[in-house]
């Protein structure tokens, strides 16, 4: 019985570490035909935000409902590896959707690319790290994250995590 609850740890934890790389891979993979710019800083379309499409905006509050729904465990210090592991691959699901269902122009798909950096990197820590810490950090970059979406993209009624 105990060595079956290890195989499914271990299943559920590589599926989890699958899930982070086919997302990174695809975000890398995503390529639109971009200036050249090789711009690292968000930054507004000519003081304006960047347009947004319905696939992006459902995935990004997909993201916020699922943090919101972990921040009290996470606040309390009660959040488990498991409840990190498992918002982690909510956080993923929906940067590969993103990925494959991308329809911005170009330099809004080039700003696009530096939250979906940070959301990764935010979603690597709460399954890497394995420190508590490190796991609330992750935690912290895929909020800071949802704040530059709003911040930068045009998605009427956004309201960031509460």
Aim: proline residues 1%; hydrophobic residues 40%; glycine residues 8%.
């Amino acid at each position: 019985m105990l060595a079956m609850h290890k195989l499914s740890v271990a299943a559920a934890g590589l599926a989890v570490c699958l899930s982070i790389n086919m997302s990174v891979a695809l975000a890398q993979d995503h390529s639109h035909s971009h200036d050249g710019s090789g711009s690292t800083q968000l930054t507004l379309n000519h003081g304006k935000k960047w347009a947004t499409d319905e696939n992006l905006r459902l995935s990004m509050i997909r993201i916020r409902d699922a943090l919101e729904a972990e921040l009290p465990a996470i606040h309390s210090g009660k959040a488990s590896a498991k409840q990190y592991q498992a918002l982690a691959k909510k956080v993923n699901d929906q940067i590969s959707f993103m990925v494959q269902n991308c329809k911005l122009d170009r330099d809004a798909d080039a700003m696009l690319h530096l939250v979906l950096a940070e959301l990764i990197d935010g979603s690597d820590a709460m399954v890497h790290q394995g420190s508590g810490e490190a796991m609330h950090q992750g935690v912290e970059k895929i909020a800071h994250a949802l704040e530059n979406y709003g911040t930068y993209f045009d998605h009427p009624g956004w309201r960031g995590v509460k």
